[in-house]
């Protein structure tokens, strides 16, 4: 599909802003660990049917780079949405969301390190404007506001799950090139699965239980589909069509997307700093997004 990568690449924070949503809504209700567990144990029964003849065809392949596709599960699937759901028993969903900001921060140095792939003056610029609408929004327009802004155990883990999803976004540069769509993912789904089926058990073990109850169900349903199964393939292609560089600047919609899913659903009003903070945004990723291709 001729799919402009920027569709894609704004499609996926929007999906998992909502994750964050009602992963933070659902925190009493259901533990981390089993949240990230049923998550991904749902999106590989649906993969499954999707993918069983490709995995089979690509089986010399996948054998072939076992490594760095268990690498890659065991950053996203295993720890990644682990850690985020672990850190939103604490944090508030404002520092929540500056975290996630932070990633396309993040991708610059560990590109430089792995790949010694330089971030070109205007995609800096564009990371840099971008970040600055961010935080606009996070602190209302108001500096007291950010600086009153604090740390707890729930932002260190989200930071720390930052740091992991920087990483697989450099690695996907490396994946193999037989593997795209559905059957990548279906790869890594299954490679990050048992060793978080592993840490469910201990979360079981510790009596940490849930109930099946219809907003429960609900929940899972939205996580298996849309931030597991859309959102990744939508932000995988665009990384392999932009680089990771210029695909990581559109994490920062994130906090816009959370924005407009308060309004919409909360009937919370936007003010005059989301509508700067937004603008200072969409510049950014104008910015970063131009020019040639790294």
């Known amino acids: 599909m001729r799919t402009s990568p920027y569709l894609l690449l704004s499609l996926a924070p929007l999906f998992w802003a909502l994750n964050m949503v009602i992963g933070r809504a659902m925190r009493f209700d259901i533990p981390p660990v089993a949240m990230s567990f049923w998550r991904w144990a749902l999106a590989g029964v649906i993969l499954l ?6 995995l089979r065809a690509h089986w010399p392949a996948i054998r072939a780079s076992w490594r760095i596709l268990a690498l890659l599960g065991l950053l996203s699937v295993t720890l990644f949405n682990t850690l985020c759901y672990i850190g939103l028993q604490w944090t508030t969903a404002t520092n929540g969301t500056l975290l996630n900001s932070v990633i396309p921060v993040l ?7 792995l790949l010694h792939e330089r971030s070109r003056p205007r995609q800096s610029a564009g990371v840099a404007v971008s970040l600055l609408g961010v935080l606009v929004i996070v602190s209302q327009g108001r500096l007291e506001v950010l600086l009153g802004l604090h740390l707890n155990q729930g932002d260190v883990w989200l930071f ?3 740091v992991l999803w920087a ?4 690695l996907l540069r490396w994946r193999p090139k037989e593997l795209s769509g559905l059957p990548f993912l279906a790869c890594i789904v299954y490679f990050g699965l048992p060793l978080l089926g ?10 940490r239980t849930f109930t099946l109850t219809p907003a429960v169900a609900m929940s899972f349903a939205y996580f298996g589909i849309f931030p597991s199964i859309l959102s990744n393939l939508c932000f995988n292609k665009g990384v392999a069509m932009v680089g990771p560089n210029r695909a990581g600047v559109f994490v920062h ?3 816009v997307f959370g924005i407009m899913l308060s309004a919409f659903l909360l009937g919370e009003r936007p003010q005059w700093h989301h509508v700067a903070g937004m603008a200072l945004v969409f510049a950014g990723i104008a910015l970063s997004s131009s020019g040639r291709r790294l």
Not at 49 to 54: G, Y
Not at 167 to 170: G, P, S
């Open 160 to 162: 720390v799950a930052m």
């Open 49 to 54: 049917p999707f993918v069983a003849r490709d």
């Open 253 to 255: 919609l994130m906090p």
């Open 167 to 170: 990483f697989y976004t450099v």
């Open 198 to 207: 592993v840490a469910y058990l201990f979360e079981l073990a510790s009596g």
């Open 107 to 113: 991708i610059i140095p560990i590109a430089w390190i």
